[in-house]
């Protein structure tokens, strides 16, 4: 239980500063983007290339990793029908997709399994699984999207070719490259790229942080519904959906406990700068990773105490 609270307290605390930060204006009224656009391009890349650089790639094939992936994805598909029956931006629709299946594994997944679950481990699947197929996926959608709105039709070809413009997919690729080749980057190439990558979250929290300044509050406006809907798909969908998927596959124990902790945390705050990054759906993906990560805190206590 104490490694469910330690990991929300840091989380919050450095969204309270970022908040702060905001409110005093320190960093100008473009801050959010400024923050989000570092992280995406710079930060965030070297942290996917470092972290899968030194992940066991085939140790990562697991019940777990089959429960992650069946979970995430149905989580996403579900949101699509609410988007395109209620007419939302493709963009936004992308997003609220996104935030549904899309959780919080590395600043709140990897510190929960390792007070919670005992073993950091048990977050690698969920880590893997996210930063190697559903952070390509959406980051390419989305980067056609904002290309489509800015009145261009890109063609086949750039569509296509996408992938190859897109500094996650591109870190993505080469850190699997050299797990699977069991390559060691040399320290004077490898050092400078983690100490880049140490920016990534706490630069996306802090932009969460500071896009909190002045806004209304979540699912104002014609949101609401949307952010709803995240809410069901994220805190109670997509954990039920790995208790069921998780007992299909005869797990039980601690095993089946872990799976479904890990669905049952929340929208992660990388959905909302990708967001800002392409400039689709930015108040659904704040109102998305602040809402879920509210309700999940009551989910994963109940959670615990039902399958510990």
Do not use: W
């Not at 777990?64 to 996403?76: E, K, N, Q, W, Y």
């Not at 997509?238 to 929208?267: E, K, N, R, S």
Request: glycine letters at 10%.
């Amino acid at each position: 239980m104490n490694g469910v609270v330690d990991a929300f307290v840091v989380i919050g605390a450095v969204v309270a500063v970022g908040y702060l930060v905001g409110r005093a204006g320190v960093l100008g009224p473009a801050a959010t983007q400024v923050l989000s656009r570092a992280a995406f391009f710079v930060a965030s890349p070297a942290l996917l290339f470092s972290t899968l650089a030194r992940t066991d790639v085939a140790a990562v094939f697991s019940e777990g990793l089959v429960v992650t992936a069946v979970t995430s994805v149905l989580a996403c598909l579900l949101y699509l029908p609410v988007g395109l029956l209620r007419r939302r931006p493709a963009g936004e629709t992308a997003v609220g997709a996104m935030a549904s299946g899309y959780v919080n594994a590395g600043n709140l997944g990897l510190p929960i399994a390792t007070y919670a679950l005992g073993n950091v481990t048990e977050a690698v699947p969920v880590l893997v699984f996210q930063l190697a197929v559903l952070t390509p996926f959406f980051t390419t959608v989305l980067g056609v999207l904002s290309e489509r709105a800015d009145g261009a039709r890109p063609s086949l070809l750039r569509m296509v070719s996408a992938p190859l413009r897109n500094p996650i997919a591109l870190a993505t690729g080469a850190g699997i490259a050299v797990s699977a080749t069991g390559l060691v980057p040399p320290a004077p190439l490898i050092a400078p790229i983690e100490l880049i990558s140490d920016l990534a979250v706490p630069g996306m929290l802090l932009a969460f942080g500071i896009s909190l300044c002045g806004a209304k509050r979540p699912g104002a406006g014609d949101t609401a519904p949307l952010l709803a809907t995240v809410l069901l798909l994220k805190c109670i969908v997509h954990p039920v959906l790995a208790l069921l998927v998780g007992l299909l596959l005869g797990l039980q124990g601690h095993a089946l406990l872990a799976v479904v902790v890990c669905a049952a945390l929340p929208t992660a705050q990388n959905v909302f700068g990708y967001a800002v990054r392409f400039e689709q759906g930015e108040v659904l993906g704040r109102d998305a990773a602040l809402s879920t990560t509210v309700v999940s805190v009551p989910v994963l206590f109940a959670v615990v105490a039902v399958l510990a």
